[in-house]
């Protein structure tokens, strides 16, 4: 073997190292885009469009890979929320249509313990709000789905702090006071 010869053959071990770091390097690529495909995919399954009635669900997590809500769409403005804590137990399900409270099927502190919400039946009844470690922080009345008269609010320990009017789920003007407004 010559010194060509061995400069070719140097040269054709090169080319097929090239050539199968160019393999590597594209087998990786397309194992990347595989995947990106498939979360691509199974993102876009989770709302499935049936003329304007959107069907499927949403998840929402809390920045720590717990599940925060998980919403589920039941036809045009129906849908169900499930709310959870960040220890994973469910804090509360509901019934929404449109923007309308409608039902409240179960609400749990952060143990998993029943806590009494109310009587919310068909967007209308008395309704008790619980924050996020399980304590109660307001309560009032429900018509039509939304807030109406005096709510009155409680801090962490249960104590009264505060009340507020609400007319169709809005704090209206009432004329002569400012709410809020320091």
Same mark, same amino acid.
């Given at each position: 073997?010559?010194?060509?010869?061995?400069?070719?053959?140097?040269?054709?071990?090169?080319?097929?190292?090239?050539?199968? /770091?160019?393999?590597?390097?594209?087998?990786?690529?397309?194992?990347? %885009?595989?995947?990106?495909?498939?979360?691509?995919?199974?993102?876009n399954?989770?709302?499935?469009?049936?003329?304007?009635?959107?069907l499927?669900?949403?998840?929402?997590? /809390?920045?720590?890979? &717990?599940?925060? /809500?998980?919403?589920?769409? %039941?036809?045009?403005? +129906?849908?169900?929320? +499930?709310s959870?804590?960040?220890n994973?137990?469910?804090?509360?399900?509901?019934?929404?249509?449109?923007?309308?409270?409608?039902?409240?099927?179960?609400?749990?502190?952060? %143990?998993?313990?029943?806590l009494?919400?109310?009587?919310?039946?068909?967007g209308?009844? /008395?309704?008790?709000?619980?924050?996020? +470690?399980?304590?109660? &922080?307001?309560?009032?009345n429900?018509?039509?789905?939304?807030?109406?008269?005096?709510?009155? +609010?409680?801090?962490?320990?249960?104590?009264? &702090?505060?009340?507020?009017?609400?007319?169709?789920?809005?704090?209206?003007?009432?004329e002569?006071?400012?709410l809020?407004?320091?």
């Amino acid at each position: 073997m010559g010194f060509r010869d061995l400069y070719l053959f140097k040269k054709m071990e090169s080319n097929n190292f090239a050539l199968d /770091n160019l393999k590597m390097n594209l087998y990786k690529t397309s194992l990347c %885009l595989i995947l990106f495909i498939s979360i691509l995919v199974s993102c876009n399954q989770r709302e499935k469009k049936e003329g304007d009635i959107s069907l499927g669900y949403w998840m929402l997590d /809390n920045g720590d890979s &717990t599940v925060q /809500n998980i919403i589920r769409y %039941l036809g045009a403005e +129906e849908y169900t929320n +499930e709310s959870y804590y960040k220890n994973g137990q469910l804090r509360a399900r509901t019934l929404y249509t449109g923007e309308s409270l409608m039902e409240i099927y179960c609400v749990y502190d952060t %143990l998993g313990n029943k806590l009494d919400f109310g009587d919310l039946k068909n967007g209308t009844g /008395n309704v008790k709000v619980f924050g996020f +470690e399980g304590e109660l &922080t307001c309560k009032g009345n429900y018509i039509n789905g939304f807030r109406e008269g005096w709510w009155k +609010e409680y801090d962490f320990r249960g104590d009264f &702090t505060d009340s507020i009017f609400y007319k169709q789920g809005e704090l209206p003007d009432l004329e002569g006071m400012k709410l809020n407004n320091y």
